[in-house]
């Protein structure tokens, strides 16, 4: 089954999108929301793209690598984002970013060295 060997993949993108939805609901309580403001964007940006990553690599998918790499380049920016501040919720969320980009930068340059980028044709929109 292909999702098999996404499997550490699709576990960090997981773990990543929870992280990402609890700092966003943490960060609402922060007495100075308006200061917030971009990192809880980045959150729900990041936790929705994780979660789209896993359900390709779940089913397979031929654009795994193409949604893992972008994946990726969200996770970046919102670890970075939460990684200024020091409340816990924001590390632990900057930590999970940082694991799950990793893990999809090795799943998209595995899945891209086996044959499963994008399909001859392909454009995007």
Same mark, same amino acid.
């Given at each position: 089954m292909a999702h098999e060997q996404f499997q550490s993949c699709i576990d960090e993108c997981?773990? &990543?999108?929870? +992280?990402c939805d609890h700092c966003a609901v943490s960060c609402l309580a922060e007495q100075d929301v308006q200061k917030m403001a971009r990192c809880i964007?980045?959150?729900m940006d990041c936790a929705q793209? &994780?979660?789209?990553?896993?359900?390709?690599m779940a089913r397979g998918s031929e654009l795994s690598n193409v949604i893992c790499n972008a994946c990726a380049e969200i996770c970046d920016a919102c670890? #970075?984002?939460?990684a200024q501040f020091p409340m816990d919720h924001c590390q632990r969320c900057a930590e999970a970013c940082r694991r799950c980009a +990793? #893990?999809?930068r090795r799943m998209a340059t595995g899945?891209?060295?086996?044959?499963?980028g994008a399909a001859p044709?392909?454009?995007a929109h």
């Amino acid at each position: 089954m292909a999702h098999e060997q996404f499997q550490s993949c699709i576990d960090e993108c997981n773990a &990543c999108a929870t +992280a990402c939805d609890h700092c966003a609901v943490s960060c609402l309580a922060e007495q100075d929301v308006q200061k917030m403001a971009r990192c809880i964007k980045l959150d729900m940006d990041c936790a929705q793209i &994780c979660r789209l990553a896993a359900s390709y690599m779940a089913r397979g998918s031929e654009l795994s690598n193409v949604i893992c790499n972008a994946c990726a380049e969200i996770c970046d920016a919102c670890g #970075e984002e939460c990684a200024q501040f020091p409340m816990d919720h924001c590390q632990r969320c900057a930590e999970a970013c940082r694991r799950c980009a +990793a #893990e999809c930068r090795r799943m998209a340059t595995g899945a891209q060295a086996a044959g499963m980028g994008a399909a001859p044709g392909a454009t995007a929109h």
